[in-house]
Nanobody
Framework: VQLQASGGGLVQAGGSLRLSCAAS????????LGWYRQAPGKQRELVAA???????NYADSVKGRFTISRDNAKNTVYLQMNSLKPEDTAVYYC????????????WGQGTQVTVSS
C-alpha cells in the first residue's frame, strides 16, 4: 500500500486547510485510514481516523474543528481543518491500518502544517 499526502501549508490562526491522502496498491489490505501529527519535541498522536465503513473518531483537541472524510471512488481520505490554532502546527502523516495486524503499519510522507498567530 502506498499513501501520498498533500495539502499542508502556512495559514493564519482561525484559517482552514484541507489535507488529502491518496491510497494505491493493495488497498483492500487496510480497513481504516488515519491522520497522525507530530509537533517538535512531542510524540506522534492520532488526530482522526475513518474506518472502511465510514465511522470516524477524533482526538479531543480537534473535535468540532476537524472533519475526516473519504472518497472511495478515488481511494482518497481528506482532513478538513477549520479554526486552526498555533498548537495545530505539526507534520501531519497519513496512515493505513493493516487488516491482519490492526495496527497503522502503512505510512505516507509527512506534510507540514504551520499555523501562525
Amino acid at each position: 500500500v502506498q499513501l501520498q499526502a498533500s495539502g499542508g501549508g502556512l495559514v493564519q490562526a482561525g484559517g482552514s486547510l484541507r489535507l488529502s491522502c491518496a491510497a494505491s496498491g493493495n488497498i483492500f489490505s487496510i480497513n481504516a485510514l488515519g491522520w497522525y501529527r507530530q509537533a517538535p519535541g512531542k510524540q506522534r498522536e492520532l488526530v482522526a481516523a475513518i474506518a472502511s465503513g465510514g465511522s470516524a473518531n477524533y482526538a479531543d483537541s480537534v473535535k468540532g474543528r476537524f472533519t475526516i472524510s473519504r472518497d472511495n471512488a478515488k481511494n482518497t481520505v481528506y482532513l478538513q481543518m477549520n479554526s486552526l490554532k498555533p498548537e495545530d502546527t505539526a507534520v501531519y502523516y497519513c496512515a493505513g491500518k493493516f487488516v491482519k495486524t490492526q495496527r497503522y503499519d502503512y505510512w505516507g510522507q509527512g506534510t507540514q502544517v504551520t499555523v501562525s498567530s
